[in-house]
């Protein structure tokens, strides 16, 4: 491969605001052909600000003889004419045989001895396989696929859309500063990180009384002092968090219908390692708090992926593939085992009626279910009435999110044919009236009508309700619910009276339970799993980074913060406990990161079981 290939540019001659433009191409492609008129445009229009470079993605079993088009403009390259066999390949129609592809070439005035040669060089096919391989790693997976600017742009192609994006007004440069922040690996984590310093500099600050006012004070939706009458900061985490929830029960579901879960002894794994991660770390909270704190026994057994899963990202390629699987399925299952302790022992002022309300919501989105509605907004309303029933119950509402989650709707794959012969008649139908300039106004209003609907039929259908409501929350969740939730949980004061009855047994109950009893519970459940033979190690996993990673399974945030408040609804020892909770998880993150980082990288073998 030659990965300091240096590929040919055009345009970019200017001293004004160069816009960089990748376009991964197959030269047999049709929807590249039309790419080409619209770029063409656009470079008219923008001159040499324009700097285009073409990455090669011949889609060799769609468009056979695509390679080996590609495989003569990277030789027409070293002849100085890589711009000129690029667009005579384009002056045509395919297809094309590798006969008609070399009369082009002798056409532009290749040397055609030079050319056999250089078609023979293992070096030429090198770039056009280094392209694949490189946009591969970018998600490329047809063509053209657009980078402007080094960001994949996925909005329409015509030429205003493209012109916007090259422009970049000030909404277009919110949308790339957005869209490049939440691509980070860390993104989600670095919002709660935010949220969570923002609440602990109110809290310590002249800024604590207008903090805590602001979370106490109350929101009602109706009359007061009914179940809709909550405080600011039990709307963000009973609210609010219910988003969070649906997203966990979405991903439980698709773990175990087709991910890690879904193979019993890859899934089992997870699963004891996730009960011992709840067992240790309370039995080690217990081992110093007796009498009224013992309640606090479930702080510290919530791991938080977020933050986790972004450590691992940050840890690059020293995390093997299977090591994130399995750290994703015990995040599942760990978040299982953290909602049925919301739910079962941490119930206020529970009122039995209203769990008749919830069941009768629940057996309405069954119905809908088995009655095949693939509309969201009937689950999403019915949802909703949950989530009230269940708050009125004393259950924690956000738990409607769960429920929601387990009767989404899902489709089979579509069929790709018929949505592709929908798409192009409608494309076909806008091309013609737009084409016609005898036609009427208002038939071509018509027309456009009819091909806009179609084309969103067409598009809805790729994705299931479930895929789409997953899409549409995720964002919501990681970068608006889950940070509001922390910045009104973590706010907590550092002069907490530590010398208050059972406050340094709190103290050390979380911590130790985080950094000590979550990583010990995690290895020795799963070391007995792997000895007796029941559960399956992940391939290539080395011993000390495994270690590591569970360490970083310590580090608890957003749901340890709520069964702080939870566990101690008077606020004084759940003040101690997010604290614990915070101190506990900055030591969990620095001892596993530097575990992994320190880790000789050697792959587990078969006898060693803690993997």
């Known amino acids: 491969m030659n990965a300091k290939r240096h590929p040919p540019t055009r345009g970019g001659n200017t001293d004004e605001r160069v816009i960089r433009v990748v376009s991964y191409t197959d030269f047999l492609c049709p929807y590249c052909r039309r790419f080409r008129t619209v770029l063409k445009r656009l470079r008219q229009a923008f001159g040499e600000r324009i700097a285009y470079t073409l990455r090669h993605f011949p889609m060799e079993r769609i468009h056979p003889g695509a390679t080996f088009a590609a495989r003569v403009v990277e030789a027409a390259g070293k002849q100085g004419l890589f711009w000129e066999m690029h667009d005579r390949l384009f002056e045509d129609e395919p297809p094309f045989s590798e006969s008609q592809i070399l009369d082009m070439a002798r056409e532009i005035g290749l040397d055609m001895e030079r050319l056999d040669r250089d078609l023979a060089d293992p070096e030429t096919l090198g770039r056009v396989e280094d392209d694949i391989a490189e946009g591969r790693r970018h998600g490329v997976s047809g063509t053209p696929t657009i980078f402007v600017d ?17 422009e970049q ?126 309640q606090g026994w479930s702080v510290p057994t919530a791991t938080d992926i977020a933050f986790v899963l972004g450590i691992l990202a940050l840890l690059g390629d020293r995390v093997p593939a299977q090591l994130r699987v399995f750290i994703a399925a015990f995040a ?37 279910n088995r009655g095949h509605v693939y509309a969201g907004w009937p689950y999403m309303a019915v949802a909703v009435a949950v989530w009230f029933c269940l708050h009125a119950a004393g259950v924690h509402g956000a738990l409607a999110g769960i429920v929601l989650a387990g009767f989404l709707p899902t489709r089979p794959e579509p069929d790709a044919g018929p949505l592709l012969a929908q798409a192009a008649n409608a494309l076909a139908a806008l091309e013609i009236a737009q084409a016609d300039k005898s036609a009427d106004e208002r038939d071509r209003d018509t027309v456009l009508d009819w091909a806009g609907r179609n084309l969103s039929a067409a598009s809805e259908r790729l994705l299931s309700p479930a895929d789409r409501i997953e899409r549409s929350v995720a964002p919501w969740s990681t970068y608006l619910a889950l940070p509001l939730f922390a910045f009104s949980a973590a706010g907590v004061s550092f002069d907490a009276d530590l010398s208050a009855p059972g406050a340094l047994s709190i103290l050390a109950g979380v911590i130790l339970g985080l950094v000590v009893g979550k990583p010990l519970g995690i290895g020795l459940f799963s070391l007995a799993a792997l000895k007796t033979g029941v559960a399956r190690a992940p391939k290539g996993v080395g011993i000390h980074t495994f270690i590591g990673a569970i360490c970083l399974c310590g580090v608890g945030d957003t749901v340890a913060l709520l069964m702080a408040d939870q566990a101690f609804p008077e606020g004084g020892d759940a003040a101690i406990a997010k604290i614990a909770v915070l101190v506990g998880s900055v030591i969990a993150a620095a001892l596993g990161a530097a575990i992994i980082a320190l880790s000789p990288g050697r792959a587990l073998s078969a006898e060693e079981a803690p993997a």
């Open 150 to 166: 080094g960001e994949r742009y996925d909005g329409a192609w015509d030429f205003y859309s493209l012109a916007d994006a090259f």
């Open 169 to 294: 007004p000030v909404s277009e440069r919110i949308r790339r500063s957005a869209h490049a922040f939440a691509s980070l690996p860390a993104s989600g984590g670095l919002a709660l990180l935010i949220a969570a310093a923002l609440a602990l500099i109110c809290a310590n600050t002249p800024l604590a009384g207008a903090y805590h006012a602001f979370i106490a004070s109350s929101f009602g939706i109706g009359p007061p002092d009914t179940p809709l009458s909550l405080t600011v900061g039990d709307w963000f985490s009973e609210g609010l968090l219910a988003l969070f929830f649906l997203l966990v029960g979405l991903e439980i579901r698709r773990e175990m219908t087709a991910g890690a879960l879904s193979d019993f002894r890859a899934a089992l794994l997870p699963v004891v390692a996730a009960i011992g991660g709840g067992i240790a770390p309370a039995l080690v909270y217990l081992l110093f708090n007796h009498g009224g704190t013992a």
């Open 332 to 368: 599942v299952m760990d978040d299982i085992i953290s909602v049925l302790t919301l739910a079962i022992f941490y119930p206020h002022n529970f009122e039995a009626m209203w769990l008749v309300g919830a069941g009768a919501g629940i057996l309405v989105m069954f119905a809908l």
